[in-house]
């Protein structure tokens, strides 16, 4: 449990659609965070939006599309604390979309550090690991694919 003694369960959902095609649909879910990785990612998602608005619109038919969600649960009780709905952005051109696909990269980058920064404890106990052993255990225990052959 955080410091705070409050943990949350946040989900980010990034739908980008071409031309009224969907071209990209991610979801990513951080479980049972703090409060520091609940204010670094509303914090973000403020800076994204300020940068999302100053895009031109682009009014083609070819234009690009971003739509985004965040929902913030209660990570013990899995209460819905908030919600922004699909929030759905004036079209942008490609080089717009490629533009906040490499900020959002980035502001990935960046949670995972706020992430490893509240985490406590003890280091993880490290062993040198068995290339050949690995191998075979990947390739053994991979579940059955749905009309795969055997």
Request: proline share 5%; net charge positive.
């Amino acid at each position: 449990m955080s410091a705070a003694g409050r943990n949350y369960d946040i989900t980010v959902l990034t739908l980008i659609d071409e031309g009224g095609q969907r071209r990209v649909a991610d979801q990513i879910t951080f479980y049972a965070v703090g409060e520091s990785v609940r204010e670094f990612l509303a914090h973000s998602c403020r800076i994204t939006l300020i940068k999302l608005i100053r895009f031109p619109e682009d009014v083609s038919p070819t234009a690009w599309n971003l739509k985004y969600r965040t929902v913030v649960l209660d990570a013990e009780t899995k209460q819905q604390i908030s919600d922004t709905r699909l929030i759905t952005f004036p079209a942008m051109s490609r080089a717009h979309m490629l533009e906040f696909q490499r900020w959002a990269i980035a502001q990935l980058s960046d949670t995972v550090d706020v992430l490893e920064a509240e985490r406590t404890g003890s280091p993880p106990t490290l062993r040198p690991r068995r290339v050949w052993t690995t191998l075979l255990r990947l390739i053994f225990t991979r579940p059955a694919q749905p009309g795969a052959a055997r």
